[in-house]
């Protein structure tokens, strides 16, 4: 070990004892407050059973309150000497083999724990996700350990250790939960913080960088690997937790008639049908059945992600949370948590020690022990629709884990999914009802992503796999939280997808960052193209002028601004220019100003030219624009009209200078679509404008266009070439859409050219339906063979 890393687990080791310092010291001033709480209860009047519940209460505290107090101190020092370890001599992961034979209280003692560490990272979060970065760089680790005392599970563990131990029952912890819940989060927070505090004064990341973590397109705070779901801190927050402005993001429904939302719609209506006839308690209501294909919904007409807090009735924007939720048996819940505990254990052990098995063996080996894990599951359960749940997740999973066009890798983190999933579909069956649930569309949006055409890992990159496993690993972190959870990674994974085409993927990148320059300069010269028309609505302007200025001097300007800025002495030079040709072009009645006219004329000429050459036009184009206007200035010698007066010229030429100030915003959508042009001059090395092919577009064809996913992999027929390509990127204003090839090749759609491929067979999508679709859709060929297995 160098002197370096010597230095660095000194800190690390330095850091975690002001962490349990501060805890410890805490600890007399949290019993204290509790003391006070237990007394001010058995005050307050109440109904004799409540009356003697907090007397009862109130004696098990002055009885066990110090030697809870001393276990918990001995526990947490035991912990910073030697590791946590795991310390559940009754948990449910000590009995692998008896999964229905835990007890209740254990099943009990086990949720305690889980709603403590939430809501002290409800509190921490922020400090936490800075503290954990530090120790990741000085300890030179992926991640902290399961059981690392910084871990706000592994501390409510302890303290739930010690309480039991103590004497105390759960039925004092619940009388004193909330006293409990606000002391561990104000005393671990600030642990976090003093430990922060230290390690910054030692001079360890004083700023911490958050890139791997933080999609920085979001409006406010991303997310870390195992961010903790708790509401954002503020508007000034920048990491730990998820920012609600993300989580709020809108995403209409896809319009009905796609080929995608039909095709869902008919299998999920085939399966609450099946549903209906074998286990009518799971089968739902037609009209609670939202969908992304328009089918009406039970919660909010939007799919608005959730704040991310770990408990209570969360609403957002004065709707609900989502559907009625039903709650699972306590052993079924026992049984799935341990399953989930499983897999993530001999997952984590092979991708530590048997690193020599390979991701298609590690696949047999999940099918099989998925397999044996239905089968204790269905012994957990205590109704038919939770047996029936239980067999439909397994099948929808069976069929997702043998997609062949899903490279095996990535299959082995979809695997572990399946747990997480199934907790949500046993408390909420809408999940069987609709494709629109967040964990669907979770499992479907990063399937698309990787079934391309290749199922090659290397050429779908590190950093989607990496941010695939973060994804999974969040999801499994929070098993409370349900379909919060997923709805908020959802929306994390799709503002990442943005931001990795655009500056992560090396195949994309460039093509992004062409299509973008494209977009601003034709967003430019179709506002520039309306402020012009309302300065010269009222100025006696030659027609062949006025056309000149609106179809092609607005789109010099706009390449001008966007190569040299709009205040670039070039960008004033062609607004002289504009405003030169608006006085030339008028009537000229005397001697003088005809003079001066010839005189100015092979100068303006020049600088038109020179404006039309930056924006692409070629010598021939530029000689007929230019015979034009000679034209229309030769019209102006023999004009009968008034002349512009000086005044209005001066007038014009300031509100050239000051033009951009006076542009709506790109995102205002105030442009009209009717003045977008052809945009094959923009053609260029690495971007191909598609500029010829199809019929005019049916309106459910151009629905279909809109509704195309960032990430989505299709078949292109273009310029004799049959090629995959990935949709990489969409406009602000979704008219401009760009799909790039594995070979780096950029090709730009307009919306209605890209409807009019699709309308044509040109554009033909990877997938015909979503992965869970799909799936469903195997699923239900399975159960129409033996419908037994459903209730077996």
């Not at 600890?27 to 709480?37: G, K, N, S, Y």
Request: proline share 6%; glycine share 6%.
């Amino acid at each position: 070990m160098t002197a370096a890393d010597a230095r660095s687990q000194a800190l690390a080791s330095q850091a975690r004892r002001v962490h349990t310092e501060v805890l410890l010291r805490g600890l007399p001033a949290m019993v204290a407050v509790l003391t006070t709480a237990v007394q001010d209860q058995l005050a307050q009047p109440a109904e004799h059973a409540l009356q003697m519940a907090r007397r009862d209460a109130f004696e098990a505290w002055q009885r066990a309150s110090t030697p809870w107090h001393a276990r918990l101190g001995k526990s947490l020092r035991h912990a910073y000497h030697h590791g946590a370890g795991d310390s559940r001599s009754a948990s449910l992961s000590s009995r692998p083999q008896n999964l229905t034979l835990v007890s209740d209280d254990t099943i009990e003692r086990e949720i305690i724990a889980s709603r403590l560490a939430l809501a002290m990272m409800d509190k921490a979060s922020w400090e936490f996700s800075d503290l954990r970065n530090r120790m990741q760089s000085l300890e030179r680790v992926e991640d902290l350990q399961q059981q690392d005392l910084l871990r706000a599970q592994v501390l409510a563990r302890l303290v739930l250790d010690a309480w039991f131990e103590a004497g105390l029952s759960s039925s004092v912890w619940q009388m004193l939960q909330r006293w409990l819940h606000h002391e561990f989060s104000q005393l671990l927070n600030e642990a976090y913080h003093e430990a922060n505090h230290w390690l910054i004064q030692q001079g360890v990341m004083p700023e911490v960088d958050l890139r791997p973590f933080i999609r920085r397109n979001a409006p406010a705070g991303g997310m870390t690997q195992a961010a903790p779901l708790g509401p954002a801190q503020g508007p000034g927050q920048a990491h730990g937790g998820i920012a609600p402005q993300a989580a709020q993001v809108a995403v209409p429904a896809g319009p009905a008639g796609t080929p995608a939302s039909q095709s869902a719609q008919q299998v999920m209506a085939q399966l609450q049908r099946v549903l209906a006839r074998h286990v009518p308690e799971l089968a739902q209501p037609q009209a609670q059945a939202p969908s992304r294909s328009g089918m009406p919904a039970a919660g909010p007409a939007t799919r608005s992600g959730l704040p991310a807090a770990p408990a209570g009735p969360a609403t957002m924007s004065g709707h609900p949370a989502g559907p009625a939720t039903r709650t699972g048996s306590p052993r079924l819940t026992a049984a799935i948590n341990h399953a989930q505990e499983a897999v993530q254990r001999r997952a984590d052990k092979v991708a530590t020690v048997d690193q020599q098995l390979t991701a298609p063996q590690a696949l047999d080996e999940i099918r099989h022990r998925n397999q044996a894990l239905k089968q204790v599951l269905k012994n957990a359960a205590d109704t038919p629709a939770e047996r029936a749940t239980i067999e439909l997740v397994a099948l929808l999973f069976q069929a997702i884990l043998q997609e062949e066009r899903i490279p095996p890798a990535i299959r082995v983190w979809f695997a572990r999914l399946q747990m997480p999933v199934l907790r949500v579909a046993v408390g909420e069956p809408d999940f069987f009802a609709t494709d629109d649930h967040p964990a669907r569309r979770l499992i479907d949006r990063m399937g698309s992503c990787v079934m391309g055409f290749s199922t090659s890992t290397a050429e779908i990159g590190d950093a989607l796999e990496r941010e695939i496993k973060r994804v999974v690993q969040v999801v499994e972190a929070y098993p409370d939280t349900g379909r919060r959870v997923f709805q908020t990674v959802l929306t994390e994974f799709e503002k990442f997808l943005d931001h990795y085409f655009e500056q992560e993927n090396e195949v994309s990148k460039k093509g992004v960052s062409l299509a973008q320059q494209v977009e601003q300069r034709e967003t430019l010269a179709i506002q520039y193209t309306i402020e012009l028309r309302k300065m010269l609505s009222e100025v006696p302007v030659q027609d062949g002028v006025r056309d000149f200025l609106f179809q092609v001097w607005a789109d010099v300007l706009a390449v001008t601004g966007v190569r040299y800025g709009p205040q670039a002495e070039q960008t004033k030079a062609m607004k002289r220019a504009a405003a030169d040709l608006i006085w030339s072009a008028s009537a000229k009645v005397s001697r003088e100003d005809r003079a001066e006219v010839i005189r100015r004329l092979p100068p303006l000429l020049k600088t038109l030219r020179d404006g039309m050459g930056h924006a692409g036009l070629s010598h021939e184009r530029q000689d007929e624009h230019i015979r034009s206007l000679n034209n229309a200035l030769a019209a102006a010698f023999t004009a009968k009209t008034a002349a512009i007066p000086r005044e209005r010229l001066d007038d014009l030429m300031s509100q050239l200078e000051t033009l951009e100030a006076m542009l709506p915003s790109p995102e205002s959508g105030e442009i009209n679509e009717t003045l977008v042009r052809d945009l094959s001059s923009h053609e260029c090395d690495g971007l191909e404008v598609v500029a010829e092919g199809g019929a005019a577009p049916t309106s459910a064809m151009l629905a279909w266009a809109r509704e195309l996913q960032v990430g989505s992999w299709y078949m292109l027929d273009y310029r004799g070439r049959v090629e995959p390509v990935q949709l990489v990127w969409r406009g602000l204003r979704h008219h401009l859409i760009l799909f790039v090839s594995p070979q780096g090749r950029g090709v730009l759609f307009q919306l209605s050219r890209l409807a009019a491929f699709l309308q044509a067979g040109l554009m033909l999508p990877a997938q015909d339906e979503s992965l869970t679709v799909k799936a469903t859709r195997n699923a239900l060929a399975k159960l129409e063979v033996d419908p037994s297995r459903l209730l077996a």
